[in-house]
Structure formats: structure tokens, C-alpha cells
């Protein structure tokens, strides 16, 4: 069975057999000689839809070879047309965004507007791709000693391998990851995240139809191992990454201790600070949105809200009434706004993490767990849950919990808003909802934080600008997306010239080529 028919089978809930997935090397979808495959779910009725195979050590390594192999082809193509193809690729996810939709709620569990969103927000960075031949510009100095003119280039690397996680299909590894790396000339290997590995793959499969050449873009499914090797490969350059700290750190050290480049994007624990002068209203719905969006799985999700004591019960009632009238549902029902966490077993850590909460001192203002959705028992449901009163040293309020949940912490001021803030160890992303320039201005330049939101409860930026995350939340040196996601890509050549003529035959020179002592 074809790709396309797999994808399309699998976007219908009671799917009527189990597909087998395959994994691309040179534009060829190839079934895995593996023993062991991966269960793709799905989170709305428990059921699986599919199997993802753990490639073997040898197919992981064949597609980086055809990686390799064409690259160099690659990367002396012209510009515009590497662009081209990015082009066309755009026209291609346009015309099939409902499909990619219904396939990426049914195996992930995202409603249908944040399955859109997602995919949205990976053709919003496919778009920016298509101006790689303004961001990828060089500088020149002509005349920068006399008669020597310097001029800079960008260029490609070689082979990327990126390491997605589970929560964001389509905009992750075929948004961040592929379209700045093969527009800039390098070639890509996908290790897309088992358990939602169909978007990616039918991605790919419109990637292929707009025109990509053999081996610039290949994708495996495999466990921790084979993933393990790519860090170390010797013909992968860089390796971009986004899932938890821990994972970030073994990523970043064993990768970058090989000599690769290395950006890995990893846990948060986002904070609000609602001020009394704040529009309650909009900070309440803001709040809602950032929290609940997408169950409480991403990493600009905002988890913990500082509420000044003066407006905090009045804060807790409104968001109490609006949280619970979220109406739980199957992700690929329209009528839905709250759908599944991906698993049986990250629903029970999510719980965990609930209890935990409360055993350390949190007040319970409104309880998820336990929810169940008629017709469809075996979904994996969290409710949205509040936990009021969360102490500074509250586990709940300092670690990710991952899930539908909100804490908060009272506090008396700003001063003391931010202060808790900013002693959290993650700094993806941090907002302030105040209707003053001054708390709005001091809370900019003091927070933090990568991505800051005034009045905005997920501060993530257009695609021309960097995913900024600070602290625990992120380990390199260039982000992703915008001039860093180019800049992590290419590396910078610098080419000095000067040019002689019969005068200057007999001319002496300084020990520096003439350099700086030409006279």
C-alpha cells in the first residue's frame, strides 16, 4: 500500500485494519527489515492505528549515506532553485491542509483549529525559507586596506539530523528543522517521533511530489539507540533537537563533544504575572488559550500564573468558569475544544503530577482527572484542572507537568511577581497582562526569558524571528528560525582579494601579504 492510501486510511478513527508505516531513503518508502515496531495511537479512543517500524542500525545509517551522497550535487545548485522547491512545496501544503489536519488531531490528539495552527505555523516557516537568498547575504568591505577588498560568504554544512518530539508533528520537524537546512544547501534526516510519524511522513510524500531530488531530505523512525548514533556520525555536521531537558543535555554534550553543531530546544515552565491594573477579561481568555491549547502539550503552553493578591479571587472564579465549560472531545470532531493527552501513560503522569501538587499544599479549585467522554471511554482524558495557593517550592509550579493544568501563586506585587519568575530554572517564555507602560517596560527588560508576551499570552514570534529560549530551556548557540536558524545551518567564508598590474611588479610587501602595510 502506497504512502498517501496508508495516511488517508489512517485519519479515519475506526481505521479497519492496523497500517504499517515504512521510512524514506532516496525518495523511496522502504519496509523495514526490523523485528520491533512502535504503536501509533489514537489518543481520542485508545485504539492503534498504525505501527511505526524502529529501523535497524543499518537503515539509519543508509539514510544518512544517501544523505551523503547528495549533498554535494545539492548544494551546487543555485539558490533559486533550492527556493523553487520551497515554493511549490507551500502550494502543496495549502491545497492539503484538511487532510493533514484530520491525520495530525486523529494521531496526536490536537483539536482541529490547533491541528491547523500547527501546520499553519510549519508553512509560515516554509514561506521565510522562500527568502534564503536575502538571509543568506554576506557583508563586503571594499578597499579595507588599499587595493584589498573582503567579501563574506554563507555556506551549506553537509548532513543535519533532526531528533523531533511528539507534540508538534507538522510544525517542529518540518517547520524548524527542514526547510532553512535544505534551502541553505544542506541535506536533512528526519528521526520523526514514533508516535506520530504519519504527518511528517505525508508531508515528505508532497515534498517528493514538488520536486525534491534524491536524498536531500530522508526520514527513520527508530528507538533511542539508532538515534544515539547519529550524534556521532561522522558524516552528520549538526543535529537540531526539541523534547526535554534531559535528553537536551546528552544530546548537546555527546554531539557537540564530537564536533557538531548542536541546538536543542527543551523543557519550560512559562509564567504569567496578572497585575491588578490588567483588562481581566482578556487576561483571564489569554490565559485559557495559552494553557489549555493543545491539552497543555507544548512548550509555550503557560502552566503558572502569578496573580496579584488584590484581583486573585476574582482571577481564580473567572478562570475556574471559563476552564470548565471547555467542552472534552474526540480531536477530530469541529465541535471539540479540549482534546486527549497523547497517552494511557503520560494521562497517568499528568495525574501524578496533580496529586503531587496538591500533597504539597496546593488548594484544588478544579480537578481533571478521572473525566471520561461518552463513546469514547478508552481516550486518554485530562480535564482542566486549577491548583490555587501553589507554595514557590511546589514541585506543580516549578516542573513540567505537560498536561491541562494551571497553577497559581499568589503574590503581592510586581517585585515579587517576578522575582518567582525568574528564579524558575526554564525561561522559554514569560507575559505580563498590566495596563502600565512602566511595570510593562520594567518587566521586558528584567524577565528572563527568551520570548517575552506583553498582553500576550504565547509570545512565539513571526518565523522571521528565533524561538529565543533561555536558561534550562535551550543548550547551543544559534535558535531556531529566522537569521539564527540560517546562521545554525551555514557557516561564514571570508575571501580577501586584491588584484596586480605591471606597476606593481617591484612592489615590496609587508610580511602580511601587504595587508594593513601597503604604503
Known amino acids: 500500500m502506497a504512502l498517501t492510501e496508508q495516511a488517508a486510511s489512517a485519519t479515519t478513527p475506526s481505521a479497519a485494519r492496523l497500517q504499517r508505516l515504512r521510512y524514506l531513503v532516496d525518495n523511496e518508502w522502504r519496509e ?31 539514510a544518512v549515506a544517501a544523505a551523503a551522497r547528495a549533498y554535494p550535487g545539492w548544494a551546487a545548485t543555485p539558490l533559486p532553485q533550492r527556493i523553487q522547491l520551497m515554493f511549490r512545496f507551500k502550494q502543496l501544503l495549502d491545497e492539503h491542509l484538511d487532510e493533514l489536519g484530520i491525520l495530525l488531531s486523529t494521531e496526536m490528539g490536537k483539536v482541529l483549529a490547533e491541528a491547523r495552527g500547527d501546520l499553519l505555523k510549519a508553512i509560515e516557516v516554509v514561506e521565510c525559507a522562500c527568502s534564503t537568498h536575502y538571509l543568506m547575504q554576506g557583508d563586503t568591505t571594499m578597499n579595507i586596506s588599499r587595493g584589498y577588498d573582503t567579501v563574506t560568504y554563507r555556506e551549506p554544512l553537509g548532513v543535519f539530523a533532526g531528533i523531533a518530539p511528539y507534540n508538534f508533528p507538522a510544525m517542529i520537524p518540518m517547520g524548524w528543522m527542514l526547510p532553512f537546512c535544505i534551502t541553505t544547501g544542506n541535506t536533512f534526516v528526519l528521526k520523526a517521533a514514533s508516535m506520530v510519524p504519519q504527518t511528517s511522513m505525508r508531508m515528505m510524500e508532497l515534498l517528493i511530489e514538488a520536486g525534491l531530488p534524491k536524498g536531500v531530505a530522508n526520514l527513520v523512525t527508530c528507538s533511542r539507540v539508532e538515534a544515539d ?19 537536551g ?40 488559550n495559552s494553557t489549555y491549547g493543545c491539552a497543555g ?39 471539540s475544544q479540549l482534546g486527549p493527552v497523547i497517552t494511557a501513560k503520560h494521562r497517568d503522569s499528568v495525574a501524578s503530577g496533580i496529586e503531587r501538587g496538591v500533597k504539597e499544599g496546593a ?26 495557593r501553589v507554595g514557590p517550592d511546589n514541585w506543580a509550579g516549578t516542573y513540567e507537568i505537560f498536561g491541562p493544568v494551571t497553577s ?45 508576551g506583553i498582553n500576550v499570552g504565547i509570545p512565539v514570534p ?10 534550562e530551556s535551550f543548550f547551543g548557540d544559534l535558535h531556531a528560525m529566522g537569521k539564527d536558524g540560517v ?9 580577501t582579494a586584491t588584484w596586480f598590474t605591471d606597476e606593481h611588479r617591484n612592489e615590496k610587501v609587508g610580511t602580511w601579504d601587504g595587508m594593513s602595510t601597503r604604503s
Not at 523495514?32 to 489518543?43: A, D, E, H, L, Q
Not at 513571526?462 to 536558561?471: D, E, R, Y
Request: aromatic content about 8%; overall charge negative; glycine content about 10%.
Open 32 to 62: 523495514s527489515r526490523t523485528g520491533t515496531y512502535m504503536p501509533v495511537m489514537n489518543p481520542s479512543t485508545g485504539e492503534q492505528i498504525a505501527e511505526a517500524p524502529c529501523c535497524t542500525q543499518e537503515e539509519v545509517d543508509s
Open 229 to 247: 548514533s547519529l550524534l556521532v556520525h561522522p558524516d552528520v555536521r549538526g543535529i537540531t533537537f526539541v523534547g526535554s531537558t534531559a535528553v
Open 249 to 288: 543535555k546528552h544530546i548537546y554534550a555527546t554531539a557537540a563533544g564530537a564536533g557538531k553543531r548542536v541546538q536543542a530546544l527543551t523543557e519550560a515552565k512559562n509564567h504569567a504575572l496578572i497585575l491588578e491594573d490588567a483588562v481581566l477579561e482578556r487576561s483571564v481568555a489569554g490565559i485559557i
Open 297 to 335: 502539550q507544548r512548550c509555550m503552553a503557560l502552566p503558572v500564573v502569578c496573580v496579584q493578591d488584590s484581583v486573585a479571587d476574582q482571577v481564580v472564579e473567572m478562570l475556574a468558569g471559563l476552564a470548565a465549560r471547555l467542552k472534552l472531545g474526540p480531536a477530530y470532531l469541529p465541535e
Open 363 to 388: 488548594e484544588l479549585v478544579l480537578d481533571g482527572r478521572g473525566v471520561s467522554v461518552d463513546g469514547y471511554d478508552g481516550g486518554f482524558w485530562v480535564g482542566p484542572t486549577i491548583l490555587d
Open 408 to 452: 497559581i501563586k499568589r503574590v503581592a506585587d510586581f517585585e515579587e511577581g517576578i522575582t518567582i519568575m525568574n528564579a524558575n530554572p526554564f525561561a522559554n517564555g514569560s507575559c505580563i497582562y498590566t495596563s502600565s507602560g512602566y511595570h510593562a517596560r520594567e518587566f521586558a527588560s528584567r524577565t528572563h526569558a527568551g520570548m517575552v
Open 462 to 471: 513571526f518565523s522571521t524571528f528565533p524561538f529565543t529560549g533561555h536558561k
Open 487 to 495: 546562521a545554525f545551518f551555514t557557516e561564514t567564508k571570508a575571501v
